[in-house]
């Protein structure tokens, strides 16, 4: 009989494949009933979603390609020696940790071969060491931030809509489903995050729905809750939260405040960003602070930084630290360096390295993110790091050019997960740096960077994953490149 989409089919997973799942290699002609010239091969391959080598699962065909098809696994009949049993009960409905029901050692495996591929097979590099991945301390509560959205569209889960509980469907507070950008899952714990942030959580949306406030509507643009932060300062007492709203309404804000303080002294600041925008993206286009000083306090390594709202910090606060070691291992500093770090956020890195350098000129395009760097530098006593804004996207030599800065021995990069653009890759290869350590939450255009760099007499010499994100897919990458001498190769 011959087979089509939709239908079930028993499969063995062999191996690993990106983001999630397993593959099988079968007889074409044997798995789809056909009778091929060059089907009958064992080499015909499916890529079986939620799966891990050594299931047995049957799953249901949902894409059936000349060289390879795509299943969705429906029944494990026996599972992988790999496998746990994941603790959240969300898992599977909610977008965050998708490989909680792997082991840690295997997420860990997968991640660093994963990394390997990419510089392989699509980076083509060869030649160059790999270190082995660094484990994040904790594989639970390993948060500092949390971003909630508010949504008019709940999604109902299996067990509630056959519940009898009468339930709003017009108002979650939670995490979106993957691709369904519009609906949201309202839940009450998230493990990633302390217990004391679920509670402010579980509070926020009562204090809310009682209320009967509105939720901003990404379809019709109109209502008034669009998002909840939540900032927790990992080794310091500070926690911040962050309503994000589509207008001003102070007298509700301060009730809320008020209330949220009360029941929860532990909350330090209170702040309220508006958004007009169209996206729902969890960023103000300005800020009031509601309560407090509208920052929070962490470590890394010796050094404590402030953050605000709008600021990138690094999330896995305690893994950052051995990120930013990471990066120090690479660029082995002999103390007369000068360094620029191009995407500097808060100034985090410029701050670690700084006593290891000369002088570090750091580089950002958010403003808040500056100015929380320039009181972090003066909150730790430094004094040979200088800030500058710069959006990186173009061009930054000219800003390098009319500030007369010195060229730098070291460049340290860490963009966002789009990588750098070409422009800014140009310039840092115009910049002629002894050395380049690229840091990336995201291997994938990572490699495509550095490639620009090795083809204009750049050498990769090694690679360090680091797991900032245990339970998701997401994989931080460090790199080291250092400039060839002339002829040599
Ligand atoms: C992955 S974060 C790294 C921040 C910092 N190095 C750290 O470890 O906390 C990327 C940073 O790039 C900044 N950024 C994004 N686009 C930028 C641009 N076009 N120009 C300059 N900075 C940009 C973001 O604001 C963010 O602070």
Avoid at 87 to 93: D, E, I, M
Avoid at 351 to 368: D, L, P, T
Wanted: aromatic share 12%; with cysteine; charged share 25%.
């Amino acid at each position: 009989m011959k087979l089509k989409k939709g239908d079930i089919v028993e499969l063995h997973i062999e191996k690993y494949a990106f983001e999630g799942k397993g593959i099988a290699k079968v007889s074409k002609n044997e798995l789809l009933g056909i009778n091929e010239e060059d089907g009958n091969e064992k080499n015909y391959v499916v890529f079986v979603h939620g799966t891990y080598p050594g299931d047995v699962v049957k799953s249901r065909l949902i894409k059936i390609k000349k060289s390879y098809a795509e299943a969705i696994a429906v029944e494990i009949l026996s599972p992988s020696s790999d496998r746990t049993q994941a603790k959240c009960k969300y898992f599977g409905l909610c977008g965050g940790c998708k490989q909680q029901d792997l082991s840690y050692p295997k997420q860990l495996e997968y991640k660093q071969k994963q990394v390997g591929e990419i510089f392989n097979k699509l980076g083509g590099f060869i030649d160059f060491s790999t270190e082995p991945i660094l484990p994040s301390d904790n594989v639970f509560f390993y948060r500092n931030k949390m971003e909630f959205s508010f949504s008019d569209k709940r999604w109902l889960t299996k067990q509630e809509i056959s519940s009898n509980d009468t339930l709003s469907k017009d108002f979650a507070l939670g995490l979106h489903i993957p691709k369904i950008y519009d609906k949201v899952l309202d839940i009450d714990e998230c493990l990633l995050q302390s217990d004391l942030s679920n509670q402010i959580l579980n509070f926020t949306r009562k204090f809310f729905l009682e209320k009967n406030i509105s939720v901003y509507s990404t379809k019709t643009h109109t209502g008034f809750l669009r998002n909840l932060v939540i900032r927790q300062s990992f080794y310091n007492n500070y926690l911040m939260v962050n309503l994000v709203t589509s207008d001003e309404d102070e007298i509700l804000l301060k009730e809320f405040a008020n209330n949220l303080i009360e029941k929860f002294p532990a909350v330090t600041t209170v702040v309220n960003n508006i958004s007009k925008k169209l996206s729902s993206v969890a960023v103000g286009d300005y800020e009031k602070v509601i309560y407090g000083s509208g920052f929070i306090y962490d470590k890394i390594g010796d050094y404590n930084f402030r953050i605000s709202a709008n600021s990138f910090f690094q999330t896995n606060t305690k893994q950052a630290e051995k990120l930013y070691q990471t990066a120090v291992d690479f660029a082995q500093f002999n103390g007369n360096e000068i360094v620029y770090d191009l995407y500097s956020g808060a100034g985090t890195i410029a701050i670690f390295i700084s006593q290891k350098v000369r002088k570090v000129f750091a580089f950002e395009s958010v403003q808040s993110a500056v100015e929380d760097a320039k009181v972090n530098a003066q909150l730790n006593n430094i004094s040979n790091v200088d800030f500058i804004i710069a959006d990186l996207y173009k061009s930054f030599l000219p800003l390098v050019e009319k500030n007369n800065l010195p060229k730098p021995d070291v460049i340290i990069v860490d963009p966002p997960r789009s990588g750098m653009h070409k422009n800014t890759v140009d310039n840092v290869i115009a910049l002629a740096p002894d050395k380049i350590v690229y840091v990336s939450c995201n291997p994938t255009t990572q490699v495509r960077d550095i490639k620009l760099m090795v083809d204009a007499g750049y050498k990769l010499m090694k690679i360090r994953p680091v797991d900032m994100f245990p339970h998701t897919y997401h994989i931080e990458n460090v790199s080291l490149l250092k400039k060839l001498e002339h002829g040599s190769n």
